[in-house]
């Protein structure tokens, strides 16, 4: 005997054998398929059978897609981001008068007939026949149902969306199988909870909790009998019907779902009466979706988050399948972002860099020892017009950065003076230091091929009162070209790689840093997170902490929250910890009375070092004390803009520098981040006195440690980079006086050279 469902009807064997009978006339209906003989029929009904027995058994439902919700280390809301905005909800938090109408309009026998409704494709067959086109289809809530999950599972790949909802009767042949299997398992009430939290109704709304909040502003569960059809008869054509934009078509497609409500008896025409004379009531919230919309200027912090959710191994073995977890949403992502790191980030931003400068400025906050980003923003907001940018100057390109990160001048010296002092030089190392010299040649690489300087070039330094000899803390504090160049002669290019290995200093592309004593001054692109991170070693005696930005992640799966493993930061030793108490003491001296002194910080002990490069294009600060560290770059992102006689944040500068502007807005940006926490202490080393200041101007400039340039001596073109990137001419100008006078650096980088994500003719840079 066939199987009887329970509650009577049909079996699934029964209603296959039914179905069989009339599915090549429901394709022919539903699809406007034309069958004008007989024979045809039969020929396709055979087929038919075939590929109904050839389908799987079962239907595979993926998970909905749903929203998901970014939060800050206090649990605050940045962003909500999905691929389909929708919040899936019960039964019984959906307003009856919604179950009602969407059943009254679009399958008023739901609850007569199974997975087909024959009354109604024989029904549609007749009446398409008379007109003599396809004017009404038979398709039940079921099969609408069905077919929204081959929608689902098809997601944003519009060839599968297009496989998906084409109108063959292959498809339609699939679809009907399947809905028989789904009557027989869920049953009526759960195919239409389904079918509410599945349906598209405009507005980027899927799922009627997330139109009723899009066009009320208010919960499924609330809706009034008016608003329940408004909702109802969007359904069958999101954009002819949307009440948004044509008010008039909306309302009149409202009023026949309410005499449908009455005509089948949901409601008395009294009632349906006095609905249609109520005005729509339309309370529309906007699309409010993505990280354009992230609070507190974190739109680019959202952005990170991203990427780094859909660039990690522990999120899945493959991008595709990162992406689709990420897209399926449903995930509520509590971020490290401190919110009161944050808005200091975005204060100091403001108050020094207005958003229609020539330049942009940059900022990056990460906790020592435990590599949780803080607080990340810059000038420019995070936008698509004028002034705006989606590209993020904090993070490497990988992660959405504008190109291969910013030269960095001489905030990259603190990581030859770690080297060093790994290698067992002392604290009080002193070399000649002269103003002008020949470059030591060969310097030893970590393989068997040193660096030779075949053509003889010399360097020099910003001015000539800069004459050694001097020790580290001097060098340090001043910024002297030819100390560190020595100093990379006397150990090797291999213990700074090997250290800024340690400190995962890696450029912007991803690349690690050339052997190449061009790296001594900071001439590679690195970005403001690496070297906040790699500052935040020092912070933390020695230990590297790799950056995080995610605390943890739960994701809805059915009605239950499950926990998703999350990347760890990853703590390791960097350097001893006597070598990072001393370079500590160094940094701190330079805050104290050196080239940093306007970015100290006059409440706590700080340390830090600053950096600007060729033709002032790029201007650091990097600093740090025991509980935060920060990176600060100001600059174009097209590196075309050199700093001079030039309005930043209204104020005018004739020259700038690390201290002057990036210095002040770290000052100001940790000042806020720290108000209130812990005063923590530095531990410092003993580092004798040097000689007597031989004087020099409050600048930093690396002159020269971009690329090029050629040996001059007086016009400062001939500096460090043109000695190993060898050919263009620096073009700086005079190398400036002492006292108070800012010289200016005289390296230049080829066209194109920074430029990164390049169009493949040498002008990708874009900001």
């Not at 498809?171 to 399947?178: A, P, T």
């Not at 944040?649 to 210095?663: A, E, I, S, T």
Request: glycine share 12%; aromatic share 6%; hydrophobic share 30%.
């Amino acid at each position: 005997m066939p199987k009887k469902r329970s509650g009577g009807g049909l079996s699934p064997t029964q209603q296959a054998a039914k179905f069989l009978g009339v599915s090549v006339l429901a394709g022919a209906v539903l699809a406007g398929i034309a069958l004008p003989a007989v024979g045809a029929l039969g020929l396709a009904a055979k087929g038919s059978v075939e590929s109904f027995d050839e389908l799987p058994v079962s239907l595979k439902t993926p998970p909905l897609s749903q929203r998901t919700t970014i939060l800050d280390a206090k649990g605050d809301q940045i962003a909500s981001v999905y691929s389909r905005d929708r919040t899936v909800v019960d039964l019984k938090d959906i307003s009856p008068h919604m179950q009602k109408a969407i059943v009254a309009i679009e399958d008023a026998r739901f609850y007569q007939h199974g997975a087909v409704d024959l009354k109604g494709v024989l029904r549609a067959l007749n009446r398409n026949a008379q007109s003599g086109g396809v004017t009404e289809g038979a398709s039940t809530l079921t099969q609408q149902y069905v077919k929204n999950v081959f929608v689902e599972e098809a997601g944003d790949d519009a060839t599968k969306v297009a496989q998906a909802t084409q109108q063959t009767l292959g498809r339609k042949i699939k679809e009907l199988k399947y809905a028989i299997q789904v009557e027989e398992e869920l049953g009526k009430k759960k195919i239409l909870e389904n079918y509410l939290n599945i349906t598209f109704f405009g507005q980027q709304a899927y799922g009627v909790e997330a139109a009723s909040q899009r066009y009320f502003s208010k919960s499924a569960k609330d809706l009034k009998l008016q608003e329940a059809a408004l909702l109802a008869g969007i359904v069958q054509s999101p954009s002819r019907y949307d009440p948004v934009n044509d008010e008039a078509e909306a309302t009149k497609r409202r009023n026949i779902v309410l005499q449908r409500m009455a005509d089948v008896g949901d409601v008395s025409q009294a009632e349906a009466d006095e609905a249609k004379e109520a005005p729509l009531g339309l309370k529309v919230r906007k699309p409010n979706n993505g990280c354009i919309t992230a609070v507190k200027g974190a739109g680019f912090f959202c952005q990170y988050v991203e990427k780094v959710f859909l660039s990690d191994p522990v999120f899945g073995k493959n991008r595709e399948a990162r992406a689709k977890i990420w897209n399926r949403g449903g995930l509520t992502i509590t971020t490290t972002l401190d919110p009161q790191a944050q808005e200091s980030v975005q204060a100091s931003l403001k108050d020094h860099v207005n958003q229609d400068d020539k330049v942009a400025a940059a900022t990056t906050l990460v906790e020592p020892g435990t590599g949780k980003i803080l607080g990340m923003g810059q000038s420019k907001p995070y936008g698509y017009g004028k002034n705006e940018t989606e590209y993020n100057y904090s993070v490497d390109a990988a992660y959405g950065g504008s190109n291969f990160g910013f030269p960095t001048g001489s905030t990259f010296k603190p990581f030859v003076a770690a080297a060093a002092l790994e290698e067992g030089r002392p604290p009080t190392q002193e070399y000649p230091s002269p103003y002008e010299m020949e470059y030591p040649s060969p310097v030893q690489t970590c393989d068997s091929k040193p660096w030779t300087n075949l053509n003889g070039e010399k360097l020099e330094n910003e001015a000539e009162s800069e004459r050694g000899p001097y020790r580290l803390r001097k060098a340090m504090e001043l910024s002297v070209n030819t100390y560190f160049v020595q100093m990379v002669a006397d150990i090797g290019l291999c213990p700074v790689v090997n250290i800024t290995d340690k400190l995962q200093v890696r450029q912007g592309n991803g690349d690690k840093l050339p052997e190449t004593p061009s790296v001594t001054l900071g001439s590679i692109g690195l970005s403001p997170l690496t070297m906040a991170s790699a500052y935040a070693a020092f912070a933390s005696r020695g230990m590297y902490c790799t950056p995080i930005a995610i605390e943890s992640i739960s994701q809805k799966v059915g009605g239950e929250q499950k926990s998703l493993e999350v990347p760890k930061s990853t703590c390791s030793r960097a350097m001893s910890e006597q070598t990072a108490d001393t370079i500590n003491t160094l940094l701190q001296g330079v805050v104290d009375s050196g080239t940093g002194k306007e970015a100290g910080l006059t409440n706590r002990q700080s340390a830090g070092k600053t950096g600007t490069t060729d033709e002032r294009r790029n201007a650091w600060f990097v600093g740090y004390t025991p509980n935060l560290s920060g990176a600060v770059w100001v600059g174009s992102a097209t590196q075309k803009v050199k700093m001079r006689n030039i309005y930043i944040g209204g104020q005018y500068h004739d020259l700038v520098y690390g201290g002057r502007v990036p210095g002040p807005i770290w000052r100001d940006a940790m000042n806020g981040a720290l108000d209130g926490k812990p005063d923590e202490n530095f531990n410092t080393v003993d580092i004798p006195e040097d000689k007597p200041d031989r004087g020099r101007g409050d600048e930093d400039d690396d002159g020269g440690e971009n690329g090029n340039g050629n040996g001059d001596g007086n016009n400062g073109d001939g500096n460090i980079g043109g000695l190993i990137g060898g050919g263009n001419n620096g073009g700086g100008n005079n190398g400036g006086t002492d006292g108070g006078t800012y010289p200016t650096p005289s390296f230049s980088i080829p066209e194109g050279w920074w430029q990164g994500q390049s169009n493949g003719n040498g002008t990708g840079g874009r900001g």
